[in-house]
């Protein structure tokens, strides 16, 4: 596919020194390293847009594996990337050379009720997590929109949820162990090594492997989720209002003039939520009776399906034609004018939420004054850019989602920032992949790369936007790159950074073609050469 295409051609940088690289570790990997090591292994992301066959795959067991691994790859001068749950939409933990994957290091180490901390080996997931925390009365104090994540790569790269005084994920990490090529295992804490430990918070393992973290709880709590439906106008007059609930977040759906807001709020003792004003089978028939209309699917068939699928099918019979995917955007916003109405539910529970099918998805970050006082860039942003994709010959669908977090003190977040009152907004932008067609796929691809650049030439520089890092792609046009490294240096610490990478990863075997092309330090700082 286009995708795959892309990102092995970026890979294709220095492939004689690569393919001599792999030679000599074939011959120099200790026999039981190299015991341990899968072969002929093909991973791909959750949307399979990107996709990687690594010459050595390691899944570690512990700590003292993943220091032995990357001690032994430091001598050999063997690139190694490491790799979470592979759920990034981009290709940040992929690579063709060697790849860690930290899937068996998923133990649940302690639980400290006391100071609401738990301490969980990298490769634990989300939920898991969640599930060992709840016999303790305690959660994590935000979610992402799933919970699939394995810990390690929820802070490196900078995942966050919703909430004006929330912060990203990574500013609950208290403490953690990094195993560094260069210089062994090292733990980080703020009172330990601050400078560092503020660069490898979100790290995009590139300072090295986390193997293990202690993270900042809080109660066990019950949040009121409402789900409701506002204009343009309506959500211009109160938005104010809405920045104030403890979890918020809009889903505008272009060619509409249709916002969908969820808001989350403790749950107050007692509460008993109203019952829906309509049936789940009400609620989906706008979507159905199109679907039926167009011949997509019988009726009986259209009535098993639900929301994500229904729209999903619908996406399916024509995903570029403007003129159908208004029409199922209007469908959609009849079925959330319907979907109204309240839950209520344990936190980890509701702050989660259906991201429909595979997708190409591209997410910014942008500071928009403070809590105290909001300068209106967030709905400024969102109304220049409904404005360019309406305007468009593009086939845009719905949503674009709005999220809203505080600042963190992490120097490589996207929210990075020094104030307390900080508030900055995340925008997302999809293009769904309904299909397995590898040509409809590819066409798809391009007009979202459309999509993207036109957001990125337009919409970015004007609000100091910077790209989640899982989310962040190598751009085609060669200025384009340039447009991104300079963005990139000025909005972060890249000279610190890599000067850190070069001190705790001297022969930069940690990172792969997409972070060489955007953080490299082209002067000392390049890619292996053996």
Known sequence: MLAVARWRLACATGAAASAACLARAETLLPKELDAEAERDVVVENWSSTHQANPRFYFQPDGPQAVQRILSALHQLGQRVRVVGSALSPNGLGLSDEAMLNMAQCAEIVSVDPARLQVTVQAGARVSEVVEALRPHGMTLQNYASIAEQQIGGFIQVGAHGTGAAIPPVDMTVVRMKLHTPGLGEMELSESSNPRLCRLAKVGLGLLGVVSEVTLQCVPAHKLVQHTFTETREGIARRHHLHLKHKHMRYMWIPHTDTVVVVTCDPAPEGMVAPPPSFSEDQMTAPLRDLLVSKKGATAEAAR????????????????????????????????????????????????????????????????????????????????DLLELAEGSKLAVPAPIEQRWTAGSKSRMSPASSEGDEDLHSWVGIIMYLPTQEQQARDEITAKFWEYNDMCRRLLWPKYNCHQHWAKIEIPDAPDQVAAVRQRLRERFPIDEFNSLRRELDPKNILGNALTDTLLGDEAAHKSSGI
């Open 304 to 383: 098993s399906m639900n929301f994500a699928q229904l729209r999903d099918a619908l996406i399916a019979l024509d995903p570029l034609d403007k003129a159908h995917i208004v029409e199922v955007n209007r469908a959609e916003a009849e079925f959330w004018k319907r979907a109204g109405g309240y839950r209520i539910d344990w936190s980890d529970k509701l702050l989660g939420f259906e991201c429909g099918g595979q997708q190409w998805v591209s997410e910014v970050a942008f500071p928009c004054g403070t809590r105290s006082v909001p300068n209106g860039a967030d709905l400024q942003f969102m109304q």
